[in-house]
């Protein structure tokens, strides 16, 4: 049997590769580290005896723990609210600076127009597709996780790769025209300027805010609704900073260097297609950001 500090050591160079499992299942940087830390402790309950994959084998674990919590996340999400409609919940983004030294980590990095489609997904489609597509685990092992046959598990994945490559777009907008859209729509809310902001939106634009329980969460359509709303920023655009934000270039809003709200852009043909805000501050916190205004002001 492997000796507990080889196991240690073992679970350690693991641990990266099992956290990107965990957030492309879960599309939460803490639901994932609690993902992972679960796997931790089955393994440290499990006989790895016979083990002869232990990275395989940590994979499945830490899927089937995601698979779990996507159903409990399903679950709650039917039971009937008293206060009504569900919240919108933008899932979370892995934010850094915008500088040369963080853009070669975009090409690791996950959208957040992706995670948005996968969590459309049924659970078993979500891992079957996430497991197989992004990181290879063959149908024959993911077949015992979501309790059907391996043909029938190649079929979710399908089913699940359609509704992916027919919701998100290309990366066709190259970093610098990113940049360029980034920096108008900056000066554009910054200055009020209505007609510039709409220069810069697809006409079928999409805007979902997450601002937290009990206030004005949700979903506006259209380049005028999604101009009107950007208006209202004027104020904290002052305080706004261009970031990587998942694998493009979004904005942290962060006034006298604390964050309170971060902006996502999905671009597509140079056009912005996708607007995610997050502004609850508990979200906000969890995200851990360390921001510093260079102004050192507003």
């Known amino acids: 049997m492997t000796q507990p500090a080889d196991l240690v050591t073992r679970f350690e ?10 957030y ?15 796997g931790w402790l089955r393994l440290q309950r499990a006989d790895t005896a016979d083990v002869r994959n232990l990275s395989g084998w940590l994979t499945t674990v830490v899927g089937r723990i995601c698979l779990d919590m996507l159903r409990t996340r399903t679950a709650r999400r039917e039971e009937p609210l008293e206060d009504g409609p569900a919240e919108t919940r933008v899932p979370d983004p892995v934010i850094r600076p915008a500088d040369p030294v963080h853009e070669a980590e975009l090409a690791d990095s996950v959208g957040l127009a992706l995670l948005v489609v996968l969590d459309t997904l049924a659970p078993a489609e979500r891992l079957a597709f996430v497991l197989h597509d992004m990181f290879a685990v063959p149908f024959e092992e993911l077949a015992p996780i979501v309790e059907r046959t391996p043909a029938a598990t190649r079929q979710l994945a399908s089913r699940a790769r359609r509704r992916v490559q027919g919701a998100t777009a290309p990366r066709n ?6 940049r360029e859209v980034v920096g108008a729509w900056l000066a554009a809310t910054r200055a009020g300027d209505f007609e510039a902001l709409l220069e810069l939106l697809d006409p079928d634009v999409l805007l979902r805010v997450d ?19 950007a208006a209202f920023y004027g104020k904290l655009a002052q305080a706004a900073q261009p970031a990587f934000v998942g694998d493009g270039l979004g904005i942290v809003q962060a006034p006298r260097g604390q964050v309170v709200a971060v902006l996502a852009f999905t671009f597509r043909d140079g056009k912005v297609v996708g607007v995610d805000i997050i502004a609850d501050p508990p979200r906000l916190s969890e995200l851990g950001i360390e921001w510093v205004s260079p102004s050192g002001g507003e």
């Open 13 to 22: 160079e693991e641990r990266g590769r099992l956290r990107s499992v965990a």
């Open 24 to 38: 492309r299942m879960l599309g939460s940087l803490s639901e994932a580290e609690d993902a992972v830390q679960e």
């Open 173 to 178: 907008t190259p970093l610098a025209r990113q």
């Open 211 to 229: 601002a937290g329980s009990g206030t004005a969460s949700g979903l506006l359509r259209g380049s005028l609704a999604v101009a009107k709303q």
